[in-house]
């Protein structure tokens, strides 16, 4: 089945370690989003790649970058997690850039120690 | 700008009841999507329902129906005779277009359906 996914489901790190989550998808969609989603919130959306053209919220912190290698896979990097990064992290695609359906994948929940 | 208001943060009731679910907006633009998602206890948001601002119809789908209402700006969302396995987060969205196509989330409903 066509699908997003997200590896890992779960991610522990150290704090100001550096970490990566990554974002795959098979529906072939241009479009590729990251959003942070604290406990009890809704989910705030960091950036997004419309193909290689990448959009960055303007309250994103700078910790935060992301990598579209290819159509397939999008990378959030977080340069040094704080404590407050703690949350869970969703990968959404739509197939492009006009008001389509997003369409997430199941999140990585990351845990800063 | 826009927004989108669930009022209510969380709703309890007891199995094979009914319940709505209910979400406001606000927006400036004549053309937008209002989305409904369902966020389970295992994270994953799962898309239920897209409606465009041209379409008023109410829709149907098995136990789930959607009310929208453009005069109050609403679109609720009601589950009849509702189970255990509908208890989560309920989210309502409104797409808009800056600089690609994005959504505002309410900030959801917990729904707990206890048997």
């Known amino acids: 089945d066509a699908m997003v996914i997200q590896n890992p489901r779960y991610q522990v790190t150290q704090f100001g370690k550096p970490v990566t989550l990554s974002c795959s998808q098979t529906?072939?969609?241009?479009?590729m989003y990251w959003y942070q989603q604290k406990s009890s919130q809704a989910p705030k959306l960091l950036f997004h790649?419309?193909?290689?053209?990448?959009?960055n919220e303007a309250d994103t912190p700078d910790n935060f970058q992301s990598r579209r290698p290819n159509t397939s896979f999008c990378f959030l990097d977080i340069r040094s997690p704080g404590l407050g990064d703690a949350a869970m992290y969703l990968c959404?695609?739509?197939?492009?850039?006009?008001?389509?359906?997003?369409?997430f994948g199941p999140g990585t929940r990351l845990l800063v120690l | 700008a826009q927004k989108v208001t669930q009022a209510q943060t969380e709703i309890s009731v007891v199995e094979k009841e009914d319940v709505t679910l209910d979400c406001v907006y606000e927006?400036?633009?004549?053309?937008?999507?209002l989305f409904w998602y369902k966020q389970p206890p295992s994270g994953e948001l799962v898309f239920l329902i897209r409606?465009?601002?041209?379409?008023?119809q109410n829709e149907i789908s098995g136990r789930y129906s959607w009310n929208f209402q453009k005069s109050t700006s609403s679109f609720n969302f009601t589950i009849t005779a509702s189970q255990v396995v509908d208890s989560a987060v309920y989210f309502c969205?409104?797409?808009?277009?800056?600089?690609?196509?994005?959504?505002?989330f309410g900030a959801g409903t917990i729904l707990r359906v206890k048997s």
């Open positions: 959404a695609t739509s197939r492009d850039a006009r008001e389509e359906t997003q369409y």
């Open positions: 529906l072939n969609h241009n479009v």
């Open positions: 790649y419309y193909d290689k053209d990448f959009n």
């Open positions: 927006t400036r633009d004549t053309t937008y999507y």
């Open positions: 409606r465009n601002s041209f379409d008023e």
């Open positions: 969205a409104l797409s808009y277009m800056e600089y690609g196509n994005k959504l505002v």
